[in-house]
């Protein structure tokens, strides 16, 4: 008997998989709809304006894109295509926790930073890196862990360590912007920051969005996924345990 098809098809339940037949529903593609809509408010809406003179507000349209958009764009994708990511790995999916490490710290290193909050064009180009990682972090976790050519559990694996390294980069750089005791960007003053904070106070608000909001979309995602290899792993060895003499 082998317990990896039901608890693959439950582990792809829980991250809101559908089987991607001729006959999908469109209702069912609705993670796919909310993603672009949160794409949509956050690059049409007031923060591109507001992340010039704010860091918060800058930080708010990045954690927004990676985890927030991100993950339901991937969900959604994911179910309208399911064989276009069919021939995902485990492999992939570490290196895109690592790809996406890249891409945030590059971005958050104060020259490169500064640049793209007085540059509309270097603000285009760091979006689409930040969708571009996110998605592939959070396709690439969940694909491996839909796959059904025996790789379901070693995926699961893999998938979770992808999202909870993320996590646990996300989290560092949050509490180095949270507990910095100065303000590690010059756009703090050359910029106009938000009346309301001080540009430490600004760093320090965007530091707690990263942390809750980063942290914890892919710690959820890395623990759930989690959850279903420790599922997977019970059965298997029950049936090691019975099958023995």
């Given at each position: 008997m082998n317990a990896a098809t039901p608890l693959s098809?439950?582990?792809?339940?829980?991250?809101?998989?559908?089987?991607g037949a001729p006959g999908l529903s469109p209702l069912s593609l609705w993670p796919l709809a909310l993603g672009l809509v949160v794409l949509a408010a956050l690059w049409l809406g007031p923060l591109p304006q507001r992340a010039q003179g704010s860091f918060a507000a800058h930080m708010v349209?990045?954690?927004?894109?990676?985890?927030?958009?991100?993950?339901?764009?991937?969900?959604?994708?994911?179910?309208?295509?399911?064989q276009r990511f069919a021939r995902v790995t485990p492999a992939l999916a570490i290196l895109a926790s690592f790809a996406e490490f890249a891409v945030v710290w590059t971005w958050h290193a104060p020259a490169l930073h500064d640049a793209a909050r007085t540059n509309f064009g270097l603000l285009l180009v760091e979006q689409a890196s930040f969708i571009g990682a996110g998605l592939f972090v959070w396709i690439t976790a969940i694909g491996t862990a839909r796959a059904g050519?025996?790789?379901?559990?070693?995926?699961?694996?893999?998938?979770?360590?992808?999202?909870?390294?993320?996590s646990m980069h996300m989290t560092l750089l949050g509490a180095l912007l949270l507990l910095s005791p100065r303000p590690l960007y010059a756009c703090a003053d050359l910029c106009s920051p938000a009346a309301r904070f001080t540009p430490l106070g600004d760093q320090q608000f965007g530091g707690v969005?990263?942390?809750?909001?980063?942290?914890?979309?892919?710690?959820?995602?890395?623990l759930a996924l989690l959850a279903t290899v420790l599922k997977e792993r019970a059965p298997?060895?029950?049936?090691t345990a019975e099958a023995r003499p």
């Open positions: 098809s439950a582990s792809g339940r829980a991250f809101g998989e559908a089987d349209m990045h954690m927004g894109v990676v985890a927030v958009a991100a993950p339901l764009l991937a969900i959604g994708l994911l179910r309208l295509s399911p050519d025996g790789r379901g559990l070693g995926g699961r694996a893999a998938g979770t360590l992808a999202l909870l390294v993320t969005v990263m942390l809750i909001v980063g942290g914890s979309s892919y710690l959820i995602g890395g298997a060895e029950s049936e």
